[in-house]
T-cell receptor, first 110, second 115 residues
Framework: EDQVTQSPEALRLQEGESSSLNCSYTVSGLRGLFWYRQDPGKGPEFLFTLYSAGEEKEKERLKATLTKKESFLHITAPKPEDSATYLCAVQEPGNEKLTFGTGTRLTIIP | GAVVSQHPSRVICKSGTSVKIECRSLDFQATTMFWYRQFPKQSLMLMATSNEGSKATYEQGVEKDKFLINHASLTLSTLTVTSAHPEDSSFYIC???????????FGPGTRLTVT
């Protein structure tokens, strides 16, 4: 059975304090790993797709990396507006469904 | 690009009535649309997958006669919650995927409250 585990469950950082969020996955095959940001009461916002180990993607203060077993979302010098829940999801070949992790709730304190 | 809208954003209905939620892809053609349900502080739970012009595929445990899904065009899918009960109160979110791409783009969600 596919499993996606995110850690930590919650993370509080001071503004400017860099850190990383983890997404570990167990699938029989990986078509893609996706990162989303979700604000309270809103739908998830697409951030990145990673397809193969060693791949990296960047957007502003966020950088996503992928290995064969896990992905990291690195956040550099975060700002209060980066506060949100970050979700990762995996998709297997031949399957349209995404399997989501339970998310990391990130709070950036001014 | 890749904008998905949902309507309504909030709805309150009485127990026993039916509610329809619309999901539209505004700037792309969505070959596949998905409907999710999310409980407070929990992750997204997939309810069903629909392809344009085909019957929806429901996840195990989701009642297809209660949650009617129609994907009539490449830009519109609807979810109708029939004979709603208080336990159906939840946050419903749709997503859409364009044919050649793998990522799903999500709508803003619909908060359903059944009284």
């Amino acid at each position: 059975e596919d499993q996606v585990t995110q850690s930590p469950e919650a993370l509080r950082l001071q503004e400017g304090e860099s850190s990383s969020l983890n997404c570990s996955y167990t699938v029989s095959g990986l078509r893609g790993l996706f990162w989303y940001r979700q604000d309270p009461g809103k739908g998830p916002e697409f951030l990145f797709t990673l397809y193969s180990a060693g791949e990296e993607k960047e957007k502003e203060r966020l950088k996503a990396t992928l290995t064969k077993k896990e992905s990291f979302l690195h956040i550099t010098a975060p700002k209060p507006e980066d506060s949100a829940t970050y979700l990762c999801a995996v998709q297997e070949p031949g399957n349209e469904k995404l399997t989501f992790g339970t998310g990391t709730r990130l709070t950036i304190i001014p | 690009g890749a904008v998905v809208s949902q309507h309504p954003s909030r709805v309150i209905c009485k127990s026993g009535t039916s509610v329809k939620i619309e999901c539209r892809s505004l700037d792309f053609q969505a070959t596949t649309m998905f409907w999710y349900r999310q409980f407070p502080k929990q992750s997204l739970m997939l309810m069903a997958t629909s392809n344009e012009g085909s019957k929806a595929t429901y996840e195990q445990g989701v009642e297809k006669d209660k949650f009617l899904i129609n994907h009539a065009s490449l830009t519109l899918s609807t979810l109708t919650v029939t004979s709603a009960h208080p336990e159906d109160s939840s946050f419903y979110i749709c997503s859409a995927r364009a044919g050649a791409r793998y990522e799903q783009y999500f709508g803003p969600g619909t908060r359903l409250t059944v009284t």
